[in-house]
Every structure is written in C-alpha cells, then in structure tokens.
C-alpha cells in the first residue's frame, strides 16, 4: 500500500496541476505547473530513478518553467489574469474527464498489474550510461540533432523582423 | 519500497485526466501547453513506473529521451505562442483563425 511520501508527493502533484490550469493569474499558474514537475520528479526518485529525477529537475523545472514564464510575462498584463472559456465547455469538460479517469482508472484496478510488486535491486545509472553509448548512440545523436534543430526554429520563429529594420533606418 | 505499481498508475490517470481536461476546455493558447506539459509528464511517470516494476533499465533510457523530445516540443510551441501573440496581439485560440483550415 501506499505510503507517506508517496500520498504527500501525490497531493502535491494533482493539487498544482489543477491550480495551474485553474488559478486565475497565468504566473502564479506556472509557478504551480513546477510543483507539478516537481512532484513528478519526487515520484522518480521514489522509484529509485535518481537519474531520471535529476534530469527531469534541470530540464523541466529548471529550464522549461522558467522558459514559459518568460513567455507569459511577454503577454499583455490583462490577458495574463483575463480567464477565456465558457461554462458548458467546462461541464462538458468535467464530464470527460471523469469519465477518462474513471473508465481508465477501472481498466487499471481491474488488470493484473496490482499484484504486481518487485523484489529485484533497482538498475543502476551506470548501466544507462552504457546503455546511451552502446545500444541506443544513433538514437543519442539523432536527438541531439532534433534538439539542435528545433531550438534553431524556435529562434527563427521568434525572430523580429521589424526591429531590425527600425534599428537600420534610425 | 512500499508503493505499488497500481498506485503509480492512478497518479498518471488523473494527471492524464486534468490534461484532457485542460486541452478541451481552455482556450487561452499558454494554458493549452501547460495541459500538454501534463500529459507529457503523467506518461513519462508511467514509464518509469513500469519500468521499475519489470525490472528493466529501459524504461528509464525511455523516459530520458522523451524529456528531452519534450523539451523541444515546448522550445517550438513557446515560439509559436510568440509568433501568434505578434500577429494577433492575443492568446485566445479561437482569435487565431488564419490557423482554421
């Protein structure tokens, strides 16, 4: 059964998910959307994946957090706490949800996988560093490629056109 | 250990749902991506989750690299979001209608 830190971190985790989409303010939304990838990172290092949890702590809430709040402080200061969406929407919202939780929820609880437990050591981040190198090296390569291009678009993206020419004419 | 594989499971069911929840409901185009980041994470907490539980030291790798593909999704769809906010001084998706097809 589950024990402290795992309800504690799960709180945390479903609590800030919901206020970062429900909160009125889109900064302090994504202030709760890194406690949300916080507490995801709590859960890895409580499956004994250190690795994988300090990975997820650089990349999301180091990196991609702060990434969207820059974007968000970008945005007109009333359209950060102007709330746009309409009542049914989020009935019919709610509805789905629970349904896709509960119709989800109950394929999970009726599988076999609650009598799955283990007794077996964890795998140690040595042997996914060797993994990287070995197996998976053209993957490795071919995602830091991806990595490379996309962050190349997202600057083209993003580019202004206007203010160069401003800053030549003046 | 004491938490079972099940229990995972459930967080990443209802992490999926505010998701789905969040993606049909908002139209605010900032708080879609926050959704999106959700999901991505519940299915990244699932991986692990599994596998922990095989024991298999894939599941781990597998969770690094989709990170990482995250991380770029959202380096793409932040600039997009910049882009669309320039042209139509707004964040509210149903204002984007040159996107419509």
């Not at chain 1, 945005?75 to 709610?94: H, N, Q, S, T, Y």
């Amino acid at each position: 059964m589950a024990d402290a830190a795992f309800l504690a971190l799960a709180v945390i985790t479903i609590g800030s998910a919901i206020a970062a989409l429900e909160l009125r303010s889109l900064i302090y939304g994504s202030i709760a959307l890194m406690g949300t990838l916080g507490g995801i990172a709590g859960f890895f290092f409580l499956l004994d994946a250190p690795f994988v949890a300090l990975f997820q702590l650089a990349v999301y809430v180091g990196s991609i957090a702060v990434l969207i709040l820059f974007t968000v402080m970008l945005v007109k200061r009333e359209l950060i706490f102007k709330k746009i969406e309409d009542k049914r929407r989020k009935f019919a919202g709610i509805g789905l949800m629970l349904v896709v939780m509960v119709s989800l929820g109950a394929v999970f609880l009726d599988s076999g996988i609650k009598t799955i437990t283990t007794d077996e050591p964890a795998t140690d981040f040595r042997d996914i560093g060797t993994d990287f190198v070995t197996y998976y090296w053209p993957a490795l390569i071919l995602m830091g490629l991806l990595l490379a291009g996309s962050v190349t678009g997202a600057l083209v993206l993003a580019k202004r056109e206007d203010v160069e020419n401003d800053q030549r004419a003046s | 250990m004491t938490s079972e594989l099940v229990d995972f499971t459930l967080v990443s069911v209802a992490l999926l749902g505010i998701g789905i929840y969040g993606l049909a409901v908002k139209r605010n185009f900032i708080r879609m991506l926050f959704a999106v980041e959700i999901i991505i994470n519940a299915a990244n907490l699932n991986i692990v989750a599994f596998g922990r539980f095989l024991p298999h030291s894939g599941g781990q790798t597998m969770a690094l690299f989709s990170i990482a593909i995250a991380a770029a999704e959202v380096a793409v769809g932040l600039s997009l979001i910049i882009v669309a906010y320039r042209m139509y001084q707004n964040v509210d998706i149903a204002d984007f209608r040159s996107l419509k097809g």
